[in-house]
């Protein structure tokens, strides 16, 4: 009884703080009160070298280290910024001065206070210099005032509009204290696979390939949360292993779509299980097919429209993916705020299309009905390989003979990126929340070659360019969204790369756990007010 | 004396195959596209190529080809095995991490091969040719031709899944949080499916070499002296028979030791046991070439002492075989 009272209590007091900070969904806490203790086990599939997410930006990292370490903002349920380690934020009307309010009063897990240093260090020493897209987003950071312990001033030689530094500093602006490594070699400071944060949870043990254990910070921000009382996330990157755990329950959760398809569409028939995209809307990965527009044949606007309209994807997300995936339209995804709806309407499978254009552009069949040959290339991943096959066998059908030819991640980058040695490469695209993160990189000109997950089609359009440029700096939040929209219209017209389809990833989840998935990139949170039925 | 004088021979001989082997390897590993820095781009998801290059000059990844080989060789006279880009600590911590997870599973999946293939050899030849001897045959046949993913996959779906007797993969249960005795046994009951799985084709072999190599020892012109003498079946068997049939089980065993780490890559990953194969297997996909290097030294060195323990075992065997060489 003792146990219960405790409980509602320190739920009150946790849910009262978040709610000002407006960060969780009330529903979830009117229902059912939250149990304290418990261990959560979750599975995923990547094997990390670093734990440092101020030098090192992907959703794989942040499902480890999230719990430990905080950004400035994080995504609330409807896609706006919320208040984390910052809790106001303003910008000057030249958008060049970004000023952030810190939260007071919060601890690093070695009991030392954390102050806008930290904030100005981080930025500085680590998103700039070593962090991938924080050396893009910040090119024109110049410094970060520290006019007193919880005010940072960020000051940026450009205008910055607010809405991109805010949505991409959910995933790029991760603070580590300065005292733990001012001074050291930050690459092999030993803070980086034993983590220091104002989190939730602490770093209690960490081995590579095995598994991360952390233990409740008895000491977070938020009064009475977290609840668990441990939380333990298992590598399994063999997807067939990672089904079996989560059967025998000796894992609950399992995120971006790491099961084979097959299990997920079993699981989600099952009765112990939630399976879904709920809490993964912020991780919408569009299946990419691009063109070397240096080659002769896709030089020519008809044949790359030619193959957009020779494949069938809608029959490919329902036959092949499951139903997981739909048929994108442009490089924004339907699921963005950015999405404007007709600008980009894709291409619809049409082959008496496709054979017309080609015809058009001058490839008749010849021999054996075939117009011409080219190489595939697919980076490496299941999925992505499995549309490769799909495309080869719908292009077939148009007279155009395709070569696969695989390699591994480091390969491909080498074939496809630094030596453009490709004609057809496939790949996947994580759309970031603002377009301006991480979608124009794939169609401005002059991206240095080397450069993955960037423009590598040889492709210059100034129209593209100039609306790229100009949205980057607009401060006005309509005008953006309509740059945008414009951009969508020019990339879809005139395909460097076909965005063929978007897919928001599925987690399969025991239901005995509570208040998960309640945020658009939940995996990647810091889960204080998630629970366990005992 | 004689021991040591062995030892320094064997690792005289091997020095200069180890060479060869690494040395290989490395010059092998430049012949493949992409370098450390692009493995670790493509884990990123992002880059751009100035990052690239300051990370390929903190790790020392610049310089030819011949540098860096002279340099690595150089370290490895110190016994450094050199810095790990993509675990971002010293090559030889990570491997002694792995380490025992792939020894205990080697050893307790060879000890399991040789000792119930002997038996079980033995029981066939004592039967030749009739029904238990038949079917020992044909189920040994099956377990020989049956690749050891399957055999795990299925062992994890009735034995875990279904039956929930035993874990689905990992060493030991972390949510427990045991200690002592009880760790123990926990890593016991995990180490269950994966040593069976690991085992069953190696116990294969060992029942066909026992069955064969008894049938020949008991036609021996020794075997019908010591019936002669009136000794009990059990006594011939076990005293005179096995053990001369025991020396081609041991020869095999030395060879298997080598083979068995190549099989524990496929069991590790099904069981997700965090051990030596599944960090080679990770290795070659982060072009890790410190790691691959180290992990090879480690495995050659591990497989010279385990057939130098082979060649003392015969002496102890058979008195015949002096260990001079």
């Known amino acids: 009884m003792r146990k219960s009272?405790?409980?509602?209590?320190?739920?009150?007091?946790?849910?009262?703080?978040?709610?000002?900070?407006?960060?969780?969904?009330?529903?979830?806490?009117?229902?059912?009160?939250?149990?304290?203790?418990?261990?959560?086990?979750?599975?995923?599939?990547?094997?990390?070298?670093?734990?440092?997410?101020?030098?090192?930006?992907?959703?794989?990292?942040?499902?480890?280290?999230?719990?430990?370490?905080?950004?400035?903002?994080?995504?609330?349920?409807?896609?706006?910024?919320?208040?984390?380690?910052?809790?106001?934020?303003?910008?000057?009307?030249?958008?060049?001065?970004?000023?952030?309010?810190?939260?007071?009063?919060?601890?690093?897990?070695?009991?030392?206070p954390f102050t806008s240093a930290d904030v100005q260090f981080c930025a500085m020493e680590m998103w700039k210099k070593f962090q991938n897209y924080g050396t893009l987003?910040?090119?024109?950071?110049?410094?970060?005032?520290?006019?007193?312990?919880?005010?940072?001033?960020?000051?940026?030689?450009?205008?910055?509009?607010?809405?991109?530094?805010?949505?991409?500093?959910?995933?790029?602006?991760?603070?580590?204290p300065k005292h733990v490594y001012e001074g050291t070699d930050l690459l092999k400071n030993t803070a980086n696979l034993a983590p220091i944060g104002t989190g939730p949870f602490k770093f209690n043990s960490y081995a590579p390939g095995e598994h991360l254990t952390l233990d409740r910070n008895p000491n977070y921000w938020v009064p009475g949360q977290p609840y668990l009382d441990k939380v333990i996330i298992r590598v399994i990157p063999d997807a067939a292993a990672a089904a079996a755990a989560l059967e025998s329950k000796s894992i609950q959760m399992s995120f971006f779509s790491?099961?084979?398809?097959?299990?997920?569409?079993?699981?989600?028939?099952?009765?112990?299980?939630?399976?879904?995209?709920?809490?993964?809307?912020?991780?919408?990965?569009?299946?990419?097919?691009?063109?070397?527009?240096?080659?002769?044949?896709?030089?020519?606007?008809?044949?790359?429209?030619?193959?957009?309209?020779?494949?069938?994807?809608?029959?490919?997300?329902?036959?092949?993916l499951?139903?997981?995936?739909?048929?994108?339209?442009?490089?924004?995804?339907?699921?963005?705020?950015?999405?404007?709806?007709?600008?980009?309407?894709?291409?619809?499978?049409?082959?008496?299309?496709?054979?017309?254009?080609?015809?058009?552009?001058?490839?008749?069949?010849?021999?054996?009905?075939?117009?011409?040959?080219?190489?595939?290339?697919?980076?490496?991943?299941?999925?992505?390989?499995?549309?490769?096959?799909?495309?080869?066998?719908?292009?077939?059908?148009?007279?155009?003979?395709?070569?696969?030819?695989?390699?591994?991640?480091?390969?491909?980058?080498?074939?496809?990126?630094?030596?453009?040695?490709?004609e057809l490469a496939t790949d996947t695209n994580l759309y970031r929340g603002d377009p301006g993160v991480g979608t124009t990189i794939w169609y401005q000109s002059?991206?240095?070659?080397?450069?993955?997950?960037?423009?590598?089609?040889?492709?210059?359009?100034?129209?593209?360019?100039?609306?790229?440029?100009?949205?980057?700096?607009?401060?006005?939040?309509?005008?953006?969204?309509?740059?945008?929209?414009?951009?969508?219209?020019?990339?879809?017209?005139?395909?460097?790369?076909?965005?063929?389809?978007?897919?928001?990833?599925?987690?399969?989840?025991?239901?005995?756990?509570?208040?998960?998935?309640?945020?658009?990139?939940?995996?990647?949170?810091?889960?204080?007010?998630?629970?366990?039925?005992? | 004396m004689r021991i040591l004088r062995l030892a320094l021979r064997r690792l005289a001989v091997s020095l200069p195959c180890m060479l060869i082997i690494l040395l290989g390897l490395f010059l092998l590993l430049q012949l493949a596209p992409g370098d450390a820095i692009d493995a670790l781009m493509g884990q990123m998801g992002s880059s751009d190529t100035a990052l690239a290059e300051t990370l390929r000059q903190q790790y020392g990844l610049g310089g030819g080809v011949a540098t860096r080989l002279a340099v690595y060789l150089f370290n490895l006279l110190r016994l450094d095995l050199g810095f790990s880009v993509a675990y971002n600590q010293p090559v030889l911590t990570v491997i002694l991490q792995r380490l025992p997870v792939t020894l205990l599973l080697m050893v307790s999946a060879l000890s399991f091969a040789f000792a119930a293939g002997m038996v079980v050899g033995v029981l066939a030849a004592r039967r030749v040719n009739r029904w238990p001897d038949t079917l020992i045959s044909m189920l040994v046949l099956i377990f020989y031709a049956t690749p050891s993913f399957w055999i795990g996959l299925m062992g994890i779906l009735i034995f875990a899944v279904k039956l929930n007797w035993l874990p689905s993969g990992g060493i030991s249960d972390l949510s427990a949080g045991f200690t002592g005795l009880r760790l123990v046994l926990d890593t016991a009951v995990h180490l269950i499916l994966p040593t069976m799985t690991l085992a069953l084709i190696y116990f294969a072999i060992y029942v066909r070499i026992t069955r064969a190599s008894m049938l020949e020892v008991m036609t021996l012109d020794f075997i019908r002296t010591a019936r002669a003498k009136g000794l009990k079946e059990g006594a011939v068997l076990?005293?005179?028979?096995?053990?001369?049939?025991?020396?081609?089980?041991?020869?095999?065993?030395?060879?298997?030791?080598?083979?068995?780490?190549?099989?524990?890559?496929?069991?590790?990953?099904?069981?997700?046991?965090?051990?030596?194969?599944?960090?080679?297997?990770?290795?070659?996909?982060?072009?890790?070439?410190?790691?691959?290097?180290?992990?090879?030294?480690?495995?050659?060195?591990?497989?010279?002492?385990?057939?130098?323990?082979?060649?003392?075992?015969?002496a102890r065997i058979d008195p015949r075989i002096e260990a001079n060489g």
């Open chain 1, 5 to 112: 009272l405790i409980d509602r209590r320190s739920f009150t007091l946790g849910g009262a703080t978040l709610v000002l900070a407006g960060a969780v969904p009330q529903t979830s806490f009117a229902q059912e009160t939250p149990r304290r203790g418990g261990v959560l086990t979750v599975q995923t599939y990547a094997d990390l070298r670093t734990l440092n997410p101020a030098m090192r930006a992907s959703f794989a990292i942040h499902v480890f280290t999230s719990k430990m370490i905080e950004p400035l903002v994080d995504l609330g349920v409807n896609n706006e910024p919320v208040p984390k380690l910052a809790t106001a934020w303003e910008s000057s009307p030249d958008g060049k001065t970004i000023t952030f309010k810190l939260r007071e009063g919060v601890q690093w897990h070695d009991g030392k």
């Open chain 1, 137 to 176: 987003l910040h090119r024109h950071l110049t410094a970060v005032d520290t006019p007193d312990a919880h005010t940072a001033v960020f000051r940026y030689a450009e205008p910055m509009p607010l809405g991109l530094l805010l949505r991409a500093a959910c995933e790029l602006c991760y603070v580590v």
């Open chain 1, 258 to 320: 790491s099961l084979p398809r097959t299990d997920i569409a079993r699981l989600a028939k099952d009765r112990a299980f939630r399976v879904g995209t709920k809490g993964n809307e912020a991780y919408t990965i569009l299946n990419t097919l691009g063109f070397n527009t240096r080659k002769k044949e896709l030089s020519d606007v008809r044949v790359r429209q030619a193959i957009a309209y020779a494949l069938d994807i809608d029959f490919y997300a329902d036959e092949f």
């Open chain 1, 322 to 422: 499951l139903g997981y995936g739909k048929r994108a339209q442009g490089p924004i995804p339907s699921t963005s705020s950015f999405f404007v709806p007709g600008a980009a309407p894709g291409y619809p499978f049409d082959l008496k299309k496709a054979e017309a254009l080609l015809d058009e552009a001058g490839y008749k069949r010849g021999a054996g009905g075939v117009r011409f040959a080219m190489r595939l290339m697919p980076n490496s991943s299941d999925d992505i390989r499995m549309f490769a096959t799909f495309i080869q066998q719908s292009l077939q059908k148009v007279g155009i003979k395709i070569d696969i030819q695989t390699y591994d991640s480091p390969g491909y980058i080498a074939h496809v990126n630094r030596d453009w040695d490709f």
């Open chain 1, 446 to 534: 002059g991206v240095p070659a080397g450069t993955p997950w960037s423009n590598q089609f040889g492709w210059k359009s100034d129209r593209i360019d100039t609306v790229i440029g100009e949205a980057l700096v607009e401060l006005d939040p309509a005008k953006r969204k309509a740059m945008y929209g414009e951009f969508a219209k020019i990339a879809n017209d005139e395909i460097p790369v076909l965005m063929a389809i978007e897919q928001v990833f599925v987690s399969a989840v025991a239901k005995t756990v509570r208040n998960d998935h309640n945020t658009p990139r939940w995996p990647g949170t810091s889960w204080a007010d998630t629970w366990i039925e005992a």
């Open chain 2, 238 to 314: 076990v005293r005179h028979a096995l053990r001369n049939a025991l020396l081609p089980m041991v020869t095999i065993l030395g060879l298997q030791a080598g083979a068995m780490l190549g099989g524990a890559v496929v069991v590790e990953s099904v069981f997700t046991l965090p051990g030596l194969g599944r960090l080679a297997h990770e290795a070659v996909i982060q072009r890790d070439l410190n790691m691959l290097l180290g992990i090879v030294f480690m495995s050659s060195l591990l497989v010279i002492a385990i057939n130098f323990i082979v060649d003392l075992v015969y």
